[in-house]
Nanobody, 113 residues
Framework: QVQFVESGGGLVHAGGSLRLSCAAS????????MSWYRQAPGKEREVVAV????????NYADSVKGRFTISRDNAKNTVFLQMNSLKSEDTGVYYC??????WGQGTQVTVSS
């Protein structure tokens, strides 16, 4: 079965950094485009970053461009999201996805000013 386990979230002050990890299983990880989404309370889930199967191409939401970096380790079936210069509006639950319509438990990111 397809599964995702997100980790690395926490409470940080504005300007701080976090590195999120997502351990994936149940499919051929190296063949899939992977993404990070986030959802703030009362808001729709939104895509934050996308990475190609090989890891050579990435795309970011305008709101995080220049601050976040998505990467992957295909040998370890893991995708990462490095988040720098965090802002209060980055607060939310972060999820990874591989195009299967399934989600892990997510990891909470809270940024205080």
């Amino acid at each position: 079965q397809v599964q995702f386990v997100e980790s690395g979230g926490g409470l940080v002050h504005a300007g701080g950094s976090l590195r999120l990890s997502c351990a994936a299983s149940g499919f051929t990880f190296s063949s899939r485009v992977m993404s990070w989404y986030r959802q703030a309370p009362g808001k729709e889930r939104e895509v934050v970053a996308v990475i190609s199967s090989s890891g050579t191409t990435t795309n970011y939401a305008d709101s995080v461009k220049g601050r976040f970096t998505i990467s992957r380790d295909n040998a370890k079936n893991t995708v990462f999201l490095q988040m720098n210069s965090l802002k209060s509006e980055d607060t939310g639950v972060y999820y990874c996805a591989g195009g299967f319509g399934t989600w892990g438990q997510g990891t909470q990111v809270t940024v205080s000013s």
